[in-house]
Every structure is written in structure tokens, then in C-alpha cells.
């Protein structure tokens, strides 16, 4: 509804639409119930046909204690019926389909009893309103509790929506803005194809023609290749390694209860289900029925050597890389398997994870715990710097391997698992968990038939990572032990060379000669030949560097690279790095900053928007270059945009970075939080014994600057006197560090950032008690009203005397009639009649608690002190958070809209708001009933 100054108002209606839809016909109907008419229409919306996909089981109905129940007692009655199957597998098979059946089920009845509930209240409401409309008298007591629960009704489904779109609230009252929309649409236009190219290069639109199209790619990408046995074994040699018995003892021991419980508690929740439709949260919800059960399944099939036909089926959801979206081979399958394979897969791999350091170079960065793909960024990053400063050749060679995780060949997979001491019981996994298996592909919501995998592993498998680090293993030793491939020398190395850098299947090859380049590339070729890998030669980017810097020839048909090298998302140049990777870097956070602006949260929710979103954008970078002091200010501009909704900032920066126990909001100090991150880790890696080539450089550079760190310092080795500019930063900012922190403070980024920000001494209030600012937000208090309690004590609301004195508005008065009192916060909330007025009543309901009950302007804005508070104060105070937040709102509705909301009004939006927060009842016990079970093994069977 649109205003002016002269109390003129007009509604103003606007119906858009985007240019792929096309109405057909439009009409406006009046209603009795309103002044306003209902248009209808009819549209038709020029998209592909997107189908309903798979069933996945809705989450919510894991909170309603009936289906909790219900499913209990099915499941009881399932139990009964194992002995009349034939293995607990094929029993197991089917009640994942009466489950499926019994939620169905349950779901729609439950849907109908609300849709039934929501046109019972309305009929209600109308009714309400037609009395009024015939002279009656309107209760509004009973409208707004209908209101209330129509509201409830709603907002159950609008959860439903958000939770199938894959959606997440940052606070439980914000509303669905349009950046919520934009972000559904959005990911949904990534998932959908308008078209796809044959193998003969025709584009077809036609939906069933694409759903072929998709099954001869990946039937064909999926499919045996011939290898040759000799070429593999002269790989598998270089494998000097074996697991020793104590490691090999662990892989081989049968699956326990104990060990699955574990598992479980490891797996994300909110992720895709498989085929079954059953996610991780169902599987937490009935472990303690479903956990012995899932026990005897994985003894039954691993002993059988076969997975059931849902396990052994996986939905291939495509995701889009970049290139041209008609061809598959620019997109991702990612297969999403039943949870209780993933259940079985990732007990593997938690075992495997322990012997993997024993197995794997260190080279390999991926799969390994306590290895980082940063390792591999800093290698290449002083690499370069190194060869810069001293003006040697070096070439960096990164290759890409076409569709690595989808050509493993599982024989030559499995003779590198035997090679590396594997036992029977492990193999056994192996082969069960690749035995038989098949996906159905995914294209807009439609699935196709079964695609056999007879090659690769899945994408999506927690197994995969590490099986793909064992495979391609012979291929980074052959390397490593080939004398004509010299690769660079590491400096105080002793004579060591780095030739390779891997994570997964990203390998870069470090190469001083042209040679070597020949050498390695003929090596990788051979490879494919024994394992059936194929190298993309038109993905595969060399760049020189040092003295070749100039060079424009390439040996082996490799693209070369005119701009900077990019190598696990960091662009590597030989000089400004930092600031390309940046200026990138924060182009998306400023998006990520447009989209949470767009969205209406409070301090706290955009606090929260900052750590758990923006932040993390960041941190990767931050660990290989830290960011230039140019960019520094815009970025920290840009936060506070956000934190302030772009208006003026009332609380100071330093003031807010504090906790919210210290009178802050814990807003990051992002340039300090990205240089503690920066810095900790290169006193980590400079304090740990070498394990990495790239700690001969940072031991090179930093040694000296940073001996306080080095647990075993030592002058015998190289130190470099001129420090590359990411380390000549970070021993400049070092200098400015509280003086007495210890060597295992500085290598904790989180403890370093606290100790750092603790030592600015900055002071909220001046004399305020400690305990004040957890007083007046306690921990349950909504967001929004913490917001308010904390801008009421540092009095920082824009009233009408703080506007007077800035220039802002004609007079500092209060607006209220009657009143010609100067607006300051306390007259707001106390002084002024109107306010006086609304206390009192609220006092009188605190009187029905405790008849010696008082109530002063200090509790209002201050809370009650530890040693004078009632029982019932934590209820009170958010009874009087929820009036001071409805008194702000009334008198920002008088001056903006000249809307006067009389005491009584106020008091019952304020209790209705105290009631709506109030903690909800217990649920009644389900009724308990002696009729079997309606659904159930005898009427599925």
C-alpha cells in the first residue's frame, strides 16, 4: 500500500511475469468477504516437462510422535515374518518397501486432516467477519487465535516447501524473500536440460529422445575397456609398500553394532536419500530397532557376495560443470545410493582411512587424514617463487584426466589391492559392493531405465575418494622412480627432487627439461593403456616459469597456457597472484553479500549468514595467499553494509566484533580472521617434522623470521634473505602480535583470533556489570528481541532527539498527541504516558504471579540482578522484550503511517506474541489400540 505525506493512501497490484509465460485468459471476481476483487487466470509456461523424481521420505514425520509409534509397531510385526524369508537381505529388501508403503500411507491421511483443519478454520474466519458484517460484534480475541492457527497451518507447509527445494531458513521467523526464490529457481535451471547432442553430434529437445541419448553416454562411459595385463603389472611393481598385519588385522574383523552406531553419527543429515527414499535422519530416528538388524544384513550379503537390488541401484543425478550444456561430458554423475550401503561403505572407509597413510606417498594429499590439498597450493606456490628468485626452468604440468572416477577398471583396481596386502574380508567388500551394479539417470525429474557399471566407481560412495588414491598410486610411483624424468630439487632437501603433486586425480608434474616432460607424459599414456585411463589432452595445461618464463613451445600436443595456471581453484602466476585470486575471490562473496542483504534477518541472523556463508568462501585462499591491503577496506565495507542494511552505523566496528557476553555482535574481523588463518598454519607446518616438499620452502623462508616456532631449530640448513610477498606479509604482521604468546597459541588460528582481539582492550560500556549483556540475552530469546535489548543499553535507536541534533528532523518532540515531551530512548519506553500506560498493565499481569511485583525503568532496560530475580523471570523478560519491541513498532507506525494503536491493542499483540513463544505442550500419548497393524508383511507380501 502506497502513502504520501497528506495521510493519501492507494493499494497498488502488479502481477509479474518472466517472458516464458503466456496467460490465456484473466477475469476479476468480487467476493462479500473483501473490498478486494480475485483475479483468475490461466497461464501456459513455455519449460521443459520436469517429472516428480523419486519418492524421498519428508523428514517432518520423524517429529510426530503417532508415526514414531505406528512405525514401531509395524516394524514389530515385520520382525515376526523374518523367518519365513529365505536370508535377512530379501527380508530386509521388503520392509524398506512396506516402510515406503506404511509412509505413503500415514503421509495422506495426515494431509488430508490438515487441508481439512485450514477450510474448517477459514469457514470459521469467514464467518466471524459475516457476523460483523450483519451488525454483530467482532471477537477479536477468537479471530486472532484462528489467525494464529492458520498461520501455524501455513507455515507447516511452507517448511515442507523449503525442505523439497533444499532450502534453509537462517532464523525461524524470516520470511521467504525473493533471494529465496531466486536461489530455487536458480538451482533448478542448473539441473534442467532444454537439450543434449548424440554420439554423431545431432541436438535433440524431445524428452524421450534425451533420456536415450543419456543411457548410450553413460552405458558406454560405464562399460568394460580392454587393458593390457603386462603394461599393468610393469605399474603395480613400482608398489613397494605392503600393509603391515596390525593394519590388515583391523580391515579384515566383521562389522559391529558398536561400529555401524559410530558410523551413522559420521553421516550428514539433509542429503539426498538413494532409490528407497529413506535418509539419513530415518535410519537415526529407529536405529536403536534398526541397528541389529542392519548388523545381520551386511553379514548376509557379504557372505552371500551380492547386494540387494535396491543397494545395488543408485540414482545418477547429473551436475553441471561448465563448457557447453548440451554435451554429457561437461557434466558430473553423482549416484545416490540407499543409505544402508553408504552405511557399509563408509565403516570401509573409516577403516581404510588408518592404513592409508601407510599405503599412499605422501605426494597424494587426498584421502589421507591429516593431509590437506593446501599442502599441494603452497608447493606449487614457492616452487614458483623459488624459481623465480633464482632464474631456473621449471614447467608446470597440470593434467586432467577425461572422466577419472567413471574409467576405473575394477581388475586392475583389484590387483593393485592385492599388491598392497589386502585381505579376503576386505576384497570380499570390494567385489560385493561393485557386483551387479546399475543407475538410472536422472533428466529433469524423469528416470531411465537401469545402466549397468561394469567400470568405475561411484561418485557419491564415501568409499570411492580412497579407492581412487589406491588406484592411480602405480602411476605417481613410476614416475617417481623413472631416472630420466629429474624433476625440481627441493632446497635443504639433501639431494630430493618433487616431481608430482596429487589429490585425487588432479596431478601436477613439476619438470626442468623437455625431457622429463616427454618421459612423464609417455608414462601416463602407458597407463591408460593398463588401467584403462584416458588423458584429456584438450584440459591438460602446462605454464613455464623462471627462466622459461618467455618460452611459447610445448612438447607432447599440451595446451599452453597464455594466462595464469589454475590448479585446484588458484590461479598461479609468476607475479601478482595474490590479487588475481582475490579480486575473484571477493567478486563472489560480494554476490553471496547482494543475496543476504536481500533477505530479512536480524544482527544475529547475519551474523550467522557471515560465519557460516561468506566466511568459509574465503578461507581456501586464505590458506595460500593472504589478501592484499588494497582490498582489505572495500571488503570490510561491504560487511557492514550487510550487518546495517546499508544505513548509518550506529555502534562502533571495534565495539561489534566483540561476543555477544562482551556487548558485541561477534561480527568477524575478517582481514584479522584470514591473517591469523594464514599465519597458524605456517606455524604449524613450520613446527611439524617434514612430511610435505613444500615445507622445505617454508622452512627456507620462514626458519630464521620464525625460529621462536621451530621446535628443533638448526642453522645448518639454507635460509633465504629476500622473503616472497605472502611471507614478507605475514613476518611484518607477526611483529605486531601481543609480546609472551607461546609457539602452540600462534599455530591455533581460532585461539590466535580471540587472543588477538582480546588485547585491543576495547570496552562496550564503560561500567556496566559483567553479567548485563547474557542478562538481557539469554540464550531462547528470539533474535530479533536480543537485538532490541542490546541497542536499548548501548542507546542506539534513532529517536527523535538523536535525529534533532544530527540535522535529521524538524524537531525533537515526541509524536504522540498531547505529549510535547523530548523524544529520548527513556521517554520512549518510560516516560511518556502512552508508555507509563502500557507498563502498568503489564505489571498488573505480573501481580497475578507475585503481588509484590514492581516494575522500573532499570528492569526494563537492564533486567533483573542475579540476586533479585524471580522464578518466573526468564517468562517475564520476554514478556517485557516482546512490549518494548511492540511499543518501538507502534511509535515507528505513528510517524511513518500516522496509525494509532491504543494501550489495550497493544497489550494483546504483545501477549498473543508471548503466547505464540511460549513453548509448546507435550504431545498427547498415541492412542493404543489392539487392532493389527494395516499395513504390514501378510498384506504386501
Not at 467476493?31 to 519428508?58: F, M, T
Not at 536419500?273 to 541397528?291: H, I, K, M, R
Not at 540387494?308 to 563448457?323: I, N, P
Not at 624433476?487 to 596429487?502: C, E
Request: hydrophobic letters at 40%.
Amino acid at each position: 500500500t502506497w502513502h504520501n505525506s497528506r495521510g493519501a493512501t492507494s493499494r497498488l497490484d502488479y502481477i509479474l511475469a518472466s517472458p516464458s509465460v503466456t496467460f490465456k485468459t484473466a477475469s476479476l471476481t468480487p467476493r462479500w468477504y473483501s473490498d478486494h476483487l480475485v483475479l483468475e487466470a490461466s497461464a501456459s509456461i513455455n519449460a521443459p516437462a520436469v517429472g516428480r523424481g523419486y519418492w524421498k521420505l519428508n523428514v517432518q514425520v520423524l517429529e510426530e510422535a503417532e508415526f514414531l509409534s505406528l512405525f514401531r509397531d509395524h516394524f514389530a510385526a515385520w520382525r515376526g515374518c523374518k523367518d519365513g524369508y529365505v536370508s535377512p537381505a530379501a527380508w530386509w529388501e521388503h520392509v524398506k518397501e512396506w516402510t515406503r508403503a506404511l509412509i505413503t500411507h500415514y503421509c495422506r491421511r495426515r494431509k488430508a486432516e490438515r487441508l481439512g483443519r485450514v477450510r474448517d478454520v477459514e469457514r470459521q474466519l469467514k464467518r466471524e467477519y459475516a457476523d460483523r458484517n450483519n451488525g454483530g460484534e467482532l471477537d477479536l480475541v477468537r479471530v486472532q487465535a484462528l489467525k494464529d492457527e492458520l498461520r501455524v497451518l501455513h507455515e507447516r507447509s511452507a517448511a515442507a516447501l523449503l525442505f523439497h527445494a533444499r532450502m534453509q531458513q537462517a532464523e525461524e521467523d524470516e520470511r521467504c524473500t525473493a533471494s529465496f526464490f531466486q536461489r530455487v529457481r536458480q538451482a533448478r535451471e542448473e539441473r534442467c536440460f532444454t537439450s543434449l547432442r548424440d554420439s554423431e553430434g545431432h541436438t535433440c529437445s524431445d524428452p524421450a529422445r534425451m533420456m536415450e541419448v543419456a543411457q548410450e553416454f553413460y552405458r558406454k562411459l560405464f562399460n568394460k575397456r580392454t587393458t593390457d595385463f603386462d603394461v599393468g603389472e610393469q605399474f603395480i611393481k613400482h608398489l613397494k609398500v605392503c600393509l603391515p598385519s596390525t593394519a590388515r588385522d583391523s580391515l579384515e574383523a566383521p562389522f559391529t553394532l558398536a561400529e555401524l552406531t559410530g558410523v551413522l553419527g559420521k553421516m550428514n543429515r539433509r542429503k539426498v536419500p538413494g532409490l528407497d527414499g529413506l535418509p539419513v535422519e530415518f535410519y537415526s530416528t529407529f536405529w536403536d530397532v534398526l541397528g541389529p538388524e542392519i548388523v545381520e544384513v551386511a553379514e548376509d550379503v557379504h557372505r552371500q557376495g551380492l547386494l540387494t537390488e535396491s543397494m545395488r541401484s543408485g540414482a545418477l543425478s547429473l551436475l553441471y560443470k561448465k563448457g557447453d550444456p548440451t554435451d554429457l561430458a561437461n557434466w558430473r554423475p553423482l549416484t545416490m545410493l540407499c543409505v544402508d550401503v553408504k552405511i557399509f561403505a563408509k565403516a570401509l572407509t573409516e577403516r581404510l582411512k588408518k592404513a592409508m597413510s601407510l599405503l599412499v606417498h605422501g605426494d597424494q594429499t587426498c584421502g589421507v587424514p591429516g593431509r590437506s590439498a593446501t599442502w599441494n597450493l603452497h608447493l606449487i606456490r614457492d616452487a614458483i617463487s623459488w624459481v623465480e628468485d633464482r632464474n631456473v626452468p621449471l614447467a608446470l604440468v597440470s593434467l586432467d584426466q577425461e572422466k577419472a572416477f567413471d574409467r576405473v577398471d575394477h581388475r586392475f583396481l583389484e590387483r593393485v589391492l592385492i599388491k598392497l596386502g589386502f585381505g579376503p574380508f576386505f576384497m570380499r567388500w570390494f567385489q560385493t559392493l561393485y557386483a551387479g551394479v546399475g543407475s538410472r539417470v536422472s533428466i529433469n525429474g524423469h528416470l531411465s531405465e537401469l545402466v549397468p557399471q561394469v567400470s568405475g566407481v561411484r561418485q557419491g560412495c564415501p568409499l570411492s575418494p580412497l579407492l581412487y588414491a589406491l588406484y592411480i598410486e602405480p602411476l605417481a610411483a613410476a614416475i617417481r622412480a623413472h631416472p630420466e624424468i629429474d624433476g625440481l630439487p627441493l632446497p635443504g632437501g639433501g639431494g630430493a627432487v618433487v616431481k608430482l603433486a596429487q589429490y585425487a586425480d588432479d596431478t601436477t608434474l613439476f619438470v626442468c627439461s623437455d625431457q622429463s616432460l616427454r618421459h612423464a607424459l609417455d608414462m601416463v599414456r602407458s597407463f591408460g593403456e593398463a588401467s584403462g585411463a584416458a588423458l584429456n589432452l584438450g584440459k591438460s595445461v602446462a605454464k613455464y616459469f623462471g627462466c622459461w618464463r618467455h618460452r611459447r613451445d610445448i612438447a607432447g600436443g599440451l595446451a599452453l597456457s597464455d594466462g595464469p595456471l589454475k590448479i585446484l581453484g588458484v590461479h598461479f602466476t609468476s607475479e601478482g597472484a595474490a590479487r588475481v585470486n582475490w579480486a575473484e575471490r571477493l567478486a563472489l562473496a560480494r554476490k553471496k553479500l547482494g543475496l543476504w542483504k536481500s533477505r530479512s534477518l536480524s544482527f544475529l541472523g547475519k551474523v550467522l549468514a557471515l560465519k557460516a556463508d561468506v566466511l568459509p568462501s574465503l578461507l581456501y585462499l586464505a590458506h595460500v595467499y593472504p589478501m592484499p591491503r588494497s582490498m582489505r577496506r572495500g571488503l570490510t565495507k561491504d560487511v557492514f553494509n550487510l550487518v546495517w542494511g546499508g544505513k548509518y552505523e550506529y555502534v562502533r566496528r571495534e565495539v561489534m566484533y566483540l561476543g555477544k557476553d562482551k556487548g558485541g555482535r561477534d561480527v568477524p574481523d575478517f582481514p584479522l580472521k584470514l591473517d591469523c588463518l594464514f599465519f597458524a598454519q605456517l606455524c604449524a607446518r613450520l613446527a611439524a617434522p617434514p612430511e610435505h616438499p613444500h615445507q622445505y620452502f617454508i622452512r627456507l623462508w620462514l626458519s630464521w623470521p620464525l625460529r621462536k616456532v621451530v621446535r628443533t631449530w638448526s642453522n645448518s640448513g639454507p635460509k633465504a634473505e629476500t622473503l616472497p610477498e605472502h611471507f614478507d606479509h605475514m613476518v611484518r604482521w607477526s611483529k605486531s602480535l601481543p609480546a609472551g604468546l607461546r609457539p602452540e597459541s600462534l599455530a591455533k588460528h581460532r585461539l590466535l583470533y580471540k587472543t588477538v582481539l582480546e588485547a585491543r582492550g576495547t570496552r562496550a560500556v564503560v561500567g556496566l556489570e559483567e553479567d548485563t549483556w547474557s542478562r538481557v540475552q539469554p540464550k531462547g530469546l528470539d533474535n530479533r528481541l536480543q537485538d532490541l535489548n542490546w541497542r536499548c543499553i548501548h542507546g542506539k535507536l534513532p529517536v527523535r532527539d538523536v535525529l534533532y541534533r544530527h540535522g535529521l528532523t524538524r524537531h525533537p518532540r515526541c509524536p504522540r498527541p498531547n505529549c510535547a515531551e523530548e523524544e529520548t530512548l527513556r521517554h520512549v519506553f518510560w516516560d511518556c504516558g502512552y508508555a507509563r500506560d502500557v507498563w502498568g498493565k503489564v505489571a498488573d499481569l505480573c501481580r497475578t504471579l507475585d503481588p509484590q511485583f514492581q516494575l522500573t525503568y532499570n528492569k526494563v532496560t537492564w533486567g533483573w540482578p542475579q540476586d533479585t530475580r524471580p522464578s518466573f523471570a526468564p517468562r517475564m523478560w520476554e514478556l517485557v522484550s516482546i512490549t518494548k519491541k511492540h511499543l518501538w513498532n507502534a511509535r515507528t507506525s505513528l510517524i511513518q503511517k500516522g496509525t494509532r494503536l491504543d494501550t489495550w491493542g497493544l497489550i494483546r499483540k504483545a501477549a498473543a506474541a508471548a503466547a505464540a513463544a511460549a513453548p509448546p505442550p507435550p504431545p498427547p500419548p498415541p492412542p493404543t489400540t489392539t487392532t493389527p497393524p494395516s499395513i504390514g508383511c501378510l498384506q504386501l507380501a
